[in-house]
């Protein structure tokens, strides 16, 4: 238990000096601290929401044989290290603990930031936020990813369709899922077909079934997808890829709860709840005369906008650590996170294929990785060329052009760009502020 009595978020062993603020932000947020200082080999126990934080801020070298053996009997703790510009990048025994860090801060110290980063390198992240606690299909901290929880928790009691839009892999089935899993029909089946896929000769057949002899082919009778979820819940995925005369059959069956399979003139009436998704603009498919305006109006009685990846943020880094994980419970791999320069990647990467790409874009990366860390090249991700500079630097994922830029502009916002107050804290003159920033391309914002 910490000093509020309730118990800590996890434990940071802190290799270095740390500033009596620092050490007390961490406490307050939560965390244990243990402090090393010398070079003696620290025990610990992998796991558990320890983090390392490798201080190398001060150039000290006396506590690097003791970083390094705790790296090889711990090879699954996450590391975080802390940088200067004096920091001495290119010496081998830094370059390969910078190497093993998911992340790295500069001076001065941006405490909110490394919390954040403590949380989600600690595990802490694990602990969805109270908007997606009871969901476990929906991971996320954003506010995109909390408005389509609200609405899947409304949605998910009301016995009406729905229609899901956004675009392809965003995750359009998950949500489906998530209203069926919510609403009273959960015990009954759910069928999920997509109507993108289905041969134009057979779609009647496929969604409302068909009797023997009913066409050349049918040798049997056929339940349809429809009929096969009575009682339950069927997703049309794609629905804006029906053909019209489907289309017609489908509008039938949303108003009067019965449909007729294919040969048969018999009626049969199927409880079952229609959800659509499209990742097309079925309002402009309507004005081209490409969906029927009636059938729109049925399906979109209740509406659900699933949010591009791009768009949700930090999102990314929690959901490539869940693939991760998931992938290495079915799969022997040696990779167990990422590293700096990949979730910078991955940040800046606009994701066209949403998060489908993401998860395999991961899979691969899991199994092309050689070490603990995910680079951006196993991700075939780009690196913003702002990150370059010397290669044998930039192969570690950090570069001394990325620590001058981070530096500076953290002393900016702390000083209120207060440039004689930034270059005082920096022990560097006005001149050499301004071409700093010049260089980095930072703006000189007033407050």
Request: hydrophobic share 45%; with cysteine; aromatic share 4%.
């Amino acid at each position: 238990m910490d000093a509020t009595g309730s118990r800590p978020l996890g434990c940071v062993i802190w290799f270095g000096q740390p500033e009596a603020r620092e050490r007390s932000g961490l406490i307050e947020a939560g965390w244990h601290v243990r402090v090393v200082e010398g070079d003696a080999p620290v025990k610990v126990r992998e796991g558990g929401g320890v983090v390392v934080l490798a201080d190398l801020r001060h150039g000290d070298a006396h506590a690097m044989p003791a970083m390094q053996h705790l790296m090889t009997d711990c090879p699954g703790l996450p590391w975080i290290a802390l940088i200067s510009l004096g920091t001495p990048v290119r010496r081998p025994q830094v370059k390969r603990i910078l190497q093993r860090c998911h992340d790295f801060f500069s001076a001065p110290l941006d405490l909110p930031r490394l919390l954040a980063a403590l949380e989600r390198a600690g595990g802490a992240v694990l602990r969805e936020p109270d908007a997606v606690a009871d969901l476990p299909e929906l991971v996320g901290r954003s506010a995109a990813v909390a408005a389509v929880a609200a609405s899947l928790r409304k949605y998910a009691p009301i016995d009406l369709p729905v229609l899901i839009t956004g675009e392809t892999g965003a995750g359009k089935e998950v949500a489906a899922r998530v209203l069926h899993r919510l609403s009273a029909r959960a015990m009954q089946p759910f069928v999920a077909i997509n109507c993108g896929a289905l041969p134009l000769n057979l779609v009647q057949s496929e969604l409302f079934g068909h009797e023997r002899g009913a066409f050349t082919d049918a040798t049997a009778r056929r339940i349809g997808h429809i009929e096969s979820a009575a009682g339950g819940t069927i997703l049309l995925d794609e629905v804006g890829d029906l053909p019209l005369d489907a289309q017609t059959n489908l509008l039938r069956f949303l108003q009067e709860g019965v449909l007729q399979r294919v040969g048969s003139s018999r009626p049969i009436e199927v409880d079952v709840r229609v959800m659509a998704a499209t990742h097309h603009d079925l309002e402009h498919a309507v004005a081209a005369g490409r969906f029927r305006e009636d059938l729109y109006y049925r399906l979109n009685v209740l509406r659900l906008q699933i949010p591009p990846l791009r768009e949700r943020g930090d999102d990314v880094d929690l959901l490539a650590q869940r693939f991760l994980d998931r992938f290495r419970e079915r799969q022997a791999c040696v990779a167990r996170g990422f590293e700096s320069a990949a979730l910078r990647a991955m940040h800046e990467y606009p994701w066209p294929g949403n998060v489908r790409e993401l998860r395999n874009r991961v899979q691969r990366a899991a199994v092309m990785a050689e070490g603990a860390l995910i680079s951006a090249a196993d991700l075939a991700l780009p690196v913003d060329a702002g990150d370059g500079g010397d290669p044998a630097i930039t192969s570690l994922g950090v570069s001394r052009a990325s620590v001058e830029r981070e530096v500076i502009a953290a002393c900016l916002r702390e000083c209120r760009f207060n440039i004689s107050e930034c270059a005082r804290r920096l022990q560097i003159s006005r001149v050499t502020v301004y071409r700093l920033c010049k260089k980095h391309r930072l703006e000189l914002r007033t407050p």
